[in-house]
């Protein structure tokens, strides 16, 4: 079984940055993908970004250049550094891991952007 640990959510003034981050413990053999979603209320979730195993990196449109996303292998860990956030940014993130034919979900943090 593989947990994920998210940290870093809050609330943040238009304009202002956070870091996410998001520890995979357990049985983990190799990490593919590794990758943030966030879902807006009732129910809709997309992707945010994503970091393959060869280190390529996919964004949503609406995140390019604002948002980074990263990874440290050797801490099992996914991050998402978030710049110039908008209100149109809070959402719950969910981070995402994908080992061979099995995926995991984190918790979910909550990211609130607002004056």
């Known amino acids: 079984q593989v947990q994920l640990a998210e940290s870093g959510g809050g609330l943040v003034q238009p304009g202002g940055s956070l870091n996410l981050s998001c520890a995979a413990s357990g049985n983990i053999a190799s990490i593919d993908n590794m990758g943030w979603y966030r879902q807006f209320p009732p129910n809709q979730r997309e992707l945010v970004a994503v970091v393959t195993s060869a280190d390529i990196t996919l964004y949503h449109t609406s995140v390019k250049g604002r948002f980074a996303i990263s990874r440290d292998n050797a801490k099992n860990t996914v991050y998402l550094q978030m710049n110039s956030l908008k209100p149109e940014d809070t959402a719950v993130y969910y981070c995402?891991?994908?080992?061979?034919?099995?995926?995991?979900w984190g918790q979910g943090t909550q990211i609130t952007v607002s004056s």
């Open positions: 995402r891991l994908v080992t061979g034919n099995n995926h995991y």
